[in-house]
């Protein structure tokens, strides 16, 4: 890939696209390049909403297009290129795997702004963000483990990487806090979204005698056993309505077009800046779905109560005494994790039994 | 009743015309699919066929063609080979993976030490890998009479687990924040595959597939093991008879091809991709059986085969740029040529005659 050539095509394509209307008639450009299709009813989905959340706050001001469906990978450079030569003054890369290939391409262009979602790279033009799903969590392990009659909770994980261990981690600490006896069973999925093996992974945990899931797999598959099963589970990613009232009891879902509305805003009054922002419950980045009526009302009061004070700041989801699996001291007494310690979470806390693939 | 009969030779004619008779029939049921979802089929073929050769940005998207060609040329070329002689290897995107783990796992254990000769080591690596990965099924076959058909097809999925282990384990980065994900040989000067003349976008598997192209013309129309592999593919026993040992052929067709896929992965892993990931395996190895086929199992035709699905590829991201035309509809696309080549291809060479049913 030559920088040249690139910069002379690019910056070719930029003055043919410039002659007509310069600065505020043109409307922003907004490129998205998703993993998915917009269809997927997940992960993507949620972004697209996200999409047309910037859409509809801004209307003339902007135009979005999007690549949908770009693995990650060989392909992933060249599109976020084709994106830029496209003329699109930011870019949204919306899976981790993109992040070298947005950091080589945000090189060659570096009056376009880049922001690459749960990456660790930034650079002058390249920014950041990610929710912390962990508070989603430690809502719907509250109601988990007030509402399992087995004491035993499950949760199908997807890859033993920080975000997953410290959903798994503030769920069972959750349950836990409201029901001393429960015990937590975990399965690999080793995949975001495959609805044979997410159904495998529930059927598998019913059979230890688990009766509610947590899933941060992005299929309603799981739902669909429990549905047949009269057990309970929460909806991922999206908030999975269709199973509602029960067996979705509750949902934590990606609200993106909180944080998109707010980029592009930045953009357009020129305040941006690349940050890596790790917006939560407050954010309204990370939102919990509603609470149905399977749910005994004094349980969804308390899950409404944890969900006001984690968005106010007041309380957070890790906070001592807490211990390692191994029975080492992580916090003490009224201790909070810092980002950086819980950004690279490698442990379960004391009490988990399971392990974690190594 | 509706009978096939063979017909009596056929001429080169149509031998060549099918391929280009089936690419306008695509375009055609293509543009008709177009425009019943509403897009304008005129500018939608336009633009995926048109623009990334002559579109505005065409000297960014030319070179690309022979980035995305590459690999599907290399591949091929070695599965045409095994096809000429009924030997079907449908695994060649398993060999591709483990090509570039092997390949990949020469650079990430000698990190980060800087020599010229770490980069032909590497693509031994890759090619013994394929073939390695290859000789599996073949032996199966040779020793059990299990189908190479389906071996080769389920050791796609064994590799795809591999691909993950080594991403999450072995050869994960240990600078990468605990995320899955090899070091990326992009950024590791010996290990990488960069392009070689600026503005070409040529990287060494393009010169490999260029040299793919040369040697199996050579092999299939000068070599005597060409003249057997033909000879064993359209009549097997007289082949026998001949002298042909079939078990060698097998061997030899799903080592080459096998190993012709290693290759390509390794240039992949090192190139384009960079990096060893779960996601290693983008369907290259599938994609390059309809690119045989197309090409009518003939190295040219291969080469101008590879050329046009790649053109589709590129095409396609343009389209759902410009048109916001659905990803889904480029798989579509392939499906179909394929679809129209077998289909003429049954024509040329079948007569459809209507009997009365005894």
């Known amino acids: 890939m030559q920088r040249r050539t690139l910069l002379a095509s690019a910056s070719a394509l930029m003055m043919a696209l410039a002659v007509p209307a310069m600065a505020q008639d043109e409307p922003l450009k907004v490129g998205f390049i998703y993993v998915g299709p917009v269809s997927d009813g997940g992960w993507t989905y949620q972004h697209d909403l996200g999409r047309q959340a910037v859409e509809e706050e801004f209307g003339d001001r902007v135009e979005t297009t999007y690549l949908e469906s770009v693995p990650e990978g060989v392909d992933a450079e060249r599109a976020l290129t084709q994106l830029a030569l496209a003329g699109n003054d930011v870019i949204y890369a919306t899976s981790f795997g993109y992040m070298d290939a947005v950091m080589n391409v945000a090189a060659k262009f570096p009056d376009i702004r880049f922001e690459h979602n749960t990456g660790y790279k930034r650079a002058e033009n390249v920014g950041t963000y990610d929710g912390r799903f962990y508070e989603g969590r430690a809502v719907t392990g509250t109601i988990a483990g007030r509402m399992t009659e087995t004491n035993k909770i499950g949760y199908i994980a997807t890859f033993p990487i920080p975000e997953v261990i410290q959903g798994i981690n503030s769920a069972y600490i959750h349950a836990k806090k409201v029901n001393p006896d429960v015990e937590m069973r975990v399965v690999w999925a080793y995949s975001w979204f495959d609805p044979a093996k997410e159904a495998d992974a529930a059927n598998a945990l019913m059979a230890e005698g688990v009766d509610v899931i947590l899933q941060h797999t992005n299929s309603t598959a799981p739902l669909a056993q429990l549905q047949q099963a009269g057990k309970y589970g929460f909806g991922q990613a999206s908030d999975m309505s269709s199973f509602a009232p029960a067996p979705r009891i509750s949902s934590v879902y990606n609200n993106w077009g909180a944080h998109y509305v707010k980029s592009v805003g930045r953009i357009l009054d020129g305040t941006w800046e690349p940050e890596a922002i790790w917006g939560g419950i407050g954010d309204g980045i990370v939102a919990i779905g509603e609470i149905t009526e399977a749910v005994p009302a004094d349980v969804k009061a308390e899950a409404e109560a944890l969900r006001a004070s984690i968005a106010a700041g007041e309380y957070h989801p890790f906070t001592g005494p807490l211990n390692k699996a191994d029975g080492t001291g992580w916090l003490a007494e009224g201790e909070t994790a810092s980002d950086e310690e819980l950004q690279s979470m490698n442990f379960f806390v004391e009490g988990i039994d399971a392990q974690i693939p190594q | ?358």
């Open chain 2, 1 to 358: 009743m509706i009978q096939l009969v063979p017909r009596q030779g056929v001429s080169n004619g149509w031998q060549i015309a099918t391929p280009l008779l089936a690419v306008l029939a695509t375009m055609v049921a293509g543009g008709i699919l177009f425009a019943i979802i509403g897009y304008d089929p005129v500018a939608a073929i336009r633009t995926i066929f048109w623009d990334p050769l002559f579109g505005p940005a065409a000297s960014y998207s030319r070179p690309q063609l022979l980035v995305k060609a590459a690999p599907l040329i290399l591949i091929a070329s070695g599965l045409a080979v095994g096809f000429r002689a009924g030997i079907w290897n449908i695994g060649a995107e398993g060999q591709y993976i483990i090509g570039g783990i092997t390949g990949a796992a020469v650079a990430l254990a000698l990190y980060p030490l800087e020599a010229w000769w770490l980069f032909p080591v590497m693509v031994l690596a890759g090619l013994a890998g394929g073939w390695a990965w290859g000789m599996i099924p073949a032996l199966l076959r040779n020793w059990f009479g299990a189908s190479e058909i389906l071996v080769s097809l389920m050791l796609v999925y064994v590799a795809q687990r591999i691909a993950a282990w080594m991403a999450f384990g072995p050869m994960r980065n240990p600078e990468g924040m605990g995320f899955p994900g090899s070091r990326n040989l992009q950024q590791y000067p010996s290990a990488a595959n960069p392009e070689l003349l600026t503005g070409t976008g040529a990287h060494w598997g393009v010169v490999a597939a260029a040299l793919a192209v040369l040697a199996t013309w050579f092999l299939m129309s000068r070599h005597i093991r060409g003249f057997h592999l033909r000879a064993a593919g359209i009549a097997p026993r007289a082949a026998r008879f001949a002298g042909v040992n079939p078990q060698t052929l097998v061997a030899f067709c799903l080592g080459l091809s096998g190993a012709l896929a290693g290759a390509a992965g390794l240039f992949e892993v090192s190139g384009p991709a960079g990096q060893v990931t779960a996601q290693l395996g983008v369907g290259y190895g599938f994609t390059a059986i309809i690119v045989a086929f197309l090409g009518r199992l003939h190295p040219v035709g291969i080469l101008l085969a590879g050329l046009l699905l790649a053109l589709t590829y590129i095409g396609g991201e343009l389209a759902q740029l410009t048109m916001a035309l659905p990803a889904a509809t480029v798989q579509v696309f392939q499906g179909m040529l394929l679809f129209f080549l077998l289909g003429f291809d049954l024509l040329t060479r079948f007569q459809i005659r209507r009997s009365i049913a005894a």
